[in-house]
């Protein structure tokens, strides 16, 4: 079974400084990627995913994550981040040899100070 | 609507009773999930229903939740018997095969 693991529970970080959130997940021949963000006490919404293509995605709101099959890793970055940052990220992939099924991380929770 | 729809979107309810959490998924989307989301806490999944296929329940944590999709569109996640440790938020998603999935405001459900 496929298997997604964000290695940092918490990442604090101040405000306009960089940020990379890890994920990584168990070996397949066909995923989709995605990563997805909560703000407080509010719903899920996708970020920016990995379909087909670039390995490379972008975010309307300057983050970017890259698709590194090698190292089945799916990791998010954002150059400068802000205090409007400051959320629950979830890494998600969609198996291709398990009908598809989205399984999810435990989260990162992104605390940005000013 | 044009959004997943969930009802109620808060519950509370005494410890012992049963309880019925409802899911509108998008229309053509293929694919189900039922989540629930403790406070604070990531997401712990449920149950999965993809066409016509079973469902994947290997996530329900014990045999007082169950769940059916009737007509490959609504879906309803049952507890019977509630307890407190149920108190969580139910989150509902629909995805059409490999593509994102859209998720619902979640039903807050309160056992006291």
């Known amino acids: 079974a496929q298997s997604v693991t964000q290695l940092d529970s918490q990442v604090p970080v101040f405000e306009e400084a960089p940020v990379e959130l890890r994920c990584n997940y168990s070996s397949s021949v066909s995923v989709y990627l995605f990563w997805y963000v909560q703000y407080p006490n509010q719903g899920l919404q996708l970020l920016l995913k990995?379909?087909?293509?670039?390995?490379l995605v972008e975010s309307i709101n300057g983050f970017e994550a890259e698709f590194n099959k090698s190292q089945t890793s799916f990791h998010l970055r954002k150059p400068s981040v802000h205090i409007s940052d400051t959320a629950e990220y979830f890494c998600?992939?969609?198996?291709?040899?398990?009908?598809?099924?989205?399984?999810f991380g435990g989260g990162t929770r992104l605390m940005v100070k000013p | 609507g044009a959004g997943v729809s969930q009802s109620p979107s808060n519950k509370v309810t005494e410890k012992g009773k049963d309880v019925e959490l409802r899911c509108d998924p998008i229309?053509?989307?293929?694919?189900l999930y039922w989540y629930r989301q403790s406070l604070g806490q990531g997401l712990e999944f449920l149950i999965y229903f993809q066409g016509n296929s079973a469902p994947d329940k290997s996530g329900l944590p014990s045999d007082r939740f169950s769940a059916e999709r009737t007509g490959g569109s609504v879906s309803t996640l049952t507890i019977q018997r509630t307890q407190q440790e149920d108190s969580a938020v139910y989150l509902c998603a629909s995805s059409f095969r490999w593509n994102e999935a859209f998720f619902g405001q979640g039903t807050r459900l309160t056992v006291v």
């Open positions: 998600a992939v969609s198996d291709g040899n398990a009908g598809n099924m989205l399984t």
């Open positions: 229309s053509g989307h293929t694919a």
């Open positions: 990995y379909l087909s293509g670039s390995t």
